[in-house]
């Protein structure tokens, strides 16, 4: 089992950074696919990134691509995700989540852990 804790989430006018981070505990963090997904008042969780154990794949959200970029540090148990350029549609809460199948994937189903969310506004 994998537990999730997200932080760096926070207010932000639009065109501005933020940068998330999300620390694991538990069993073998490298074991795992990561991925980061949101969720937006009234509107479904959504996909925004993936990347695989050794960080060598990545798959992004269309929304997103050009703007973020997930990262992982496996000497730390941390997975980040830069949010540069930042749109008020960005607004929403940002989840992590580990998926041990070793595949990266946009399909929620695949992600066994999730963290407890931080939430990223973005003003105009």
């Known amino acids: 089992q994998v537990q999730l804790v997200e932080s760096g989430g926070g207010l932000v006018q639009a065109g501005g950074s933020l940068r998330l981070s999300c620390a694991a505990a538990?069993?073998?963090?490298?074991?795992?696919?990561m991925g980061w997904f949101r969720q937006a008042p009234g509107k479904e969780r959504e996909f925004v990134a993936t990347?695989?154990?050794?960080?060598?794949?990545?798959d992004y959200a269309d929304s997103v691509k050009g703007r973020f970029t997930i990262s992982r540090d496996n000497a730390k148990n941390t997975v980040y995700l830069q949010m540069n350029s930042l749109k008020p549609e960005d607004t929403a809460v940002y989840y992590c989540?580990?998926?041990?199948?070793?595949?990266?994937?946009?399909?929620?189903?695949?992600?066994?852990?999730w963290g407890q969310g931080t939430q990223v506004t973005v003003s105009s």
């Open positions: 990347i695989n154990w050794s960080g060598s794949t990545t």
């Open positions: 538990g069993r073998a963090f490298s074991n795992y696919v």
């Open positions: 989540a580990a998926n041990p199948t070793g595949w990266t994937t946009t399909y929620t189903g695949s992600y066994d852990y």
